[in-house]
């Protein structure tokens, strides 16, 4: 008895202990996250709680009678999108059609929205929840831009509508992947206006791309040209230049040849110079020591005699005057004997100059005799008495005078006048 109850107390055990592990013991799949309600959590990055707890990968166990588990899938759903006559800018219906991948969010805390708002809801019904917050969003989006814009970039329309979802999407919890942007029409054929304006500006693009194309050619084959031409040139100049440096180098050589030359011809000629220079101060000392014989030694000489005879006519011009002090002097104290007749005797000797000096002025006579009459006496008969013996004598040829000094019969006074005439 006591065996088969141990057996059964066993077996309950172990089946107790396998319905626990099955029920209680959750493995979280990578794809999905565990949200296991009953207890209260605190918050990363707020500072409330949740009544929840979070586990995303990996397992745990759910606290019997405590905790109540869900499972919340994050796998990726794939949600169609369709707008009909949504009108964009300008008033144009346009209708598009689109693919977005979304997926709910498994990061925190948008994760908190997600559970908040979608915990036990259908994929259906995440889906089409998504489906209208994103139409929403696109019909916005279409409001704020002209067809132009929608249909020429649909890569910057996807993005302005996920910057434009973003916020929303993340309220729910939910991620938006990726957006599509599949066709965009019109029930007003806008779109297919735009297409044949764009076909014809494609075609006058590419028509003012073949004329570019033509002229870029045409400039390329200019410019080609002018290369060539350029190239052309710059050899000729090159040429030219080789051609002018040789000339040049020529020209140096000349040069250099014609500067030694001239410099030789210079050189031969300062030597000639110098020489001549030498030359020539011989010759200046030669001219120098014959003009000293020849000029400076007589003149020095002359000049020595001239000094000399110069003091000798000095000396006696000196005695000269000397002796005429003396003469004056012996004249003064021969004045002084004179007494009252010094001037007579002073002028008697001056008397024969004086004559000989007033005599030069008349022609020579021949005087014969002369006849001197004493002044004190009567000079009237005396000088008749003159005049006829004069007369007599040269009338008749007797000479009183003669006759009477030779007879001795002739006064005193005729003996004086004869004696005085003869010292005449």
């Known amino acids: 008895m006591v065996l088969p109850l141990i057996a059964v107390a066993v077996g309950a055990g ?26 209260r959590q605190p918050v990363n990055g707020r500072n409330d709680t ?57 990061e925190e805390p948008t994760i908190h929205n997600a559970i908040e708002r979608l915990l036990g809801k259908k994929q259906k019904e995440i889906e089409q929840l998504a489906r209208e917050t994103l139409e929403g969003n696109l019909r916005g989006v279409l409001a704020s831009l002209t067809p132009e814009q929608v249909n020429e970039d649909k890569v910057a329309f996807a993005h302005s509508l996920l910057d434009e979802a973003e916020d929303d ?18 029930e007003v054929r806008y779109l297919d206006s735009i297409g044949r304006k764009q076909q014809a500006e494609m075609v006058r693009d590419a028509r003012i791309a073949e004329v570019q194309a033509r002229s870029q050619s045409a400039i390329r084959s200019s410019e080609n040209e002018r290369k060539t031409m350029l190239r052309r040139i710059e050899r000729d100049v090159a040429t030219a230049q080789a051609e ?4 040049v180098r020529d020209a140096q050589t000349k040069r250099v040849a014609l500067v030694a030359e001239a410099e030789s011809d210079v050189g031969t000629e300062i030597a000639r110079t110098q020489a001549d220079v030498a030359v020539q101060k011989e010759r ?33 011009i000196i005695e000269e005057g000397r002796a005429q002090a003396e003469g004056l002097e012996q004249l003064a104290q021969s004045w002084k004997a004179a007494g009252p007749n010094a001037k007579e005797v002073f ?78």
């Open 284 to 316: 200046i000392k030669q001219v120098e020591q014959q003009l000293q014989a020849d000029v400076v030694a007589p003149a020095e000489s002359q000049c020595q005699q001239s000094i000399a005879k110069a003091k000798g006519n000095a000396a006696q």
């Open 244 to 247: 002018a440096d040789e000339r």
């Open 14 to 39: 172990v089946g107790g202990a396998a319905f626990a592990i099955k029920n209680l013991y959750h493995v979280c799949q990578p794809n999905e996250i565990l949200i296991f309600a009953g207890s």
């Open 169 to 186: 999407l993340e309220k729910l919890g939910i991620i938006l992947d990726s957006l599509q942007i599949q066709n965009i029409s019109d």
């Open 347 to 424: 002028l008697f000797p001056k008397l024969d100059v004086l004559l000989k000096a007033i005599s030069a002025g008349f022609p020579d006579v021949d005087v014969q005799n002369v006849t001197v009459i004493d002044s004190s006496q009567s000079s009237n008969g005396i000088l008749q008495n003159a005049n006829l013996i004069e007369q007599l004598r040269q009338a008749t040829g007797i000479d009183v005078t003669d006759l009477v000094n030779r007879f001795g019969g002739g006064t005193e006074k005729a003996i004086d006048v004869a004696a005085q005439q003869d010292d005449v």
């Open 50 to 106: 949740v009544g929840y707890r979070l586990v995303k990968g990996g397992s745990s166990i759910q606290i019997p009678l405590l905790e109540e588990t869900y499972r919340m899938n994050l796998k990726n759903m794939i949600i169609e999108l369709k707008v009909q006559n949504a009108y964009s800018k300008g008033g144009i219906p346009l209708n598009v059609e689109g693919v977005a991948n979304i997926k709910i969010s498994g």
